[in-house]
């Protein structure tokens, strides 16, 4: 199965959890794209094709819990100083917090929709083995889409508190990976192909034009003699067939809307056809596509 690696430390070269100075700028990143109550989307072990949705829970520095956002203080600038804790509401100065971690429910039971292949690539044990990497993924914000790579410190089952009885995962985040990833900017090829959109598997095909193609995805705009684009909504499946001249450059896409307008709609590469049967797309079917493109002879 083919993976991407977003952290330069792969597999097998995972670190303990362990006492670190943490950086305010940092902090304030994590806490404008990871706050306490935010829905977020996650994929483990760097498997970017499966992705699960989950929400931050609480935020744990240095075994205190934190669950409401007005417990973080904050300068002017935004940059947090430090956080009230525990019944008392203590005030713990940030130059004292040597361990964050964040606190996510155990979605361990989402990985019963997986198939089978995607389902063992998680070993025996699921996302949730100790040093197991868990990448967040926000919302889109004016600059990208954001993320961090955590580690799994522990399953636990809360005793106490708003969520007694609840089974959680405690995530260490690795502040020096938290990126914001701007998707314009990877090399995208500009088309005008017409191409197949097919929103079902029984639905007749809406013909579309292609704009352009990336790495990640593809964008698809209203065909001349068409008003607008059929409704869709972010997350939807759906299947784009380009045809780049012959048999041999039929190619049949899956993947998932990402934007939607009237005029235009973002797709999220997934899958890709080979063999008679859906794969993961990878490098080498990207790289086919973009060369066809670049040499088509309209």
């Known amino acids: 199965m083919f993976k991407l690696w977003s952290n330069p430390r792969p597999p097998g070269g995972r670190e303990e959890d362990k006492d ?3 950086d305010g700028e940092r902090l304030k990143m994590l806490g404008e794209h ?6 977020i989307r996650y994929f483990p072990e760097f498997q970017r094709d499966i992705v699960f949705h989950t929400i931050i829970i609480a935020w744990r ?21 430090g956080f009230l804790v525990g019944e008392k509401k ?41 040093g197991n990497a868990i990448t967040l993924i926000s919302d889109t914000c004016q600059r990208g889409i954001p993320s ?43 088309s005008h192909v017409p191409v197949s959109l097919y929103l079902k598997d029984d639905a007749p095909p809406v013909g579309c ?19 607008a684009l059929p409704p869709m909504k972010v ?10 001249g012959d048999a041999a450059s039929i190619y ?27 794969s993961p797309i990878k490098t080498m079917d990207i790289l086919e596509i973009k060369t066809g493109l670049l040499n088509l002879r309209f």
């Not at 007694?164 to 990126?179: C, F, G, K, S, Y």
């Open 34 to 39: 990871f706050s306490i109550g935010r829905k």
């Open 90 to 130: 203590t005030r713990l100065p940030l130059g004292k917090v040597k361990r964050l971690q964040l606190m996510v429910p155990d979605t361990t039971d989402m990985e019963r929709s997986l198939d089978y292949v995607r389902r063992a690539s998680l070993g025996r044990n699921g996302q949730f083995v100790r």
């Open 235 to 244: 997350n939807d499946k759906v299947v784009v067939i380009l045809n780049l």
């Open 20 to 22: 670190q100075a943490i």
């Open 148 to 190: 961090v790579d955590t580690q799994v410190v522990s399953r636990i089952r809360m005793k106490d508190g708003p969520y007694a009885d609840n089974q959680m995962v405690l995530i260490r985040p690795e502040l020096d990976t938290l990126t914001i990833a701007d998707q314009r900017q990877k090399a995208r090829v500009a």
């Open 61 to 81: 520095v240095n075994d205190h819990y934190v669950y409401a956002r007005e417990a973080i203080e904050k300068d002017d600038e935004g940059t947090p100083t």
């Open 209 to 227: 034009i292609l704009g352009d193609f990336s790495d990640v995805s593809l964008r698809l705009l209203v065909a001349s003699d068409q008003k």
């Open 252 to 278: 049949r896409i899956r993947g998932s809307v990402f934007r939607t307008a009237a005029d235009s709609c973002v797709i999220r590469l997934k899958q890709f056809y080979k063999d008679g049967d859906f």
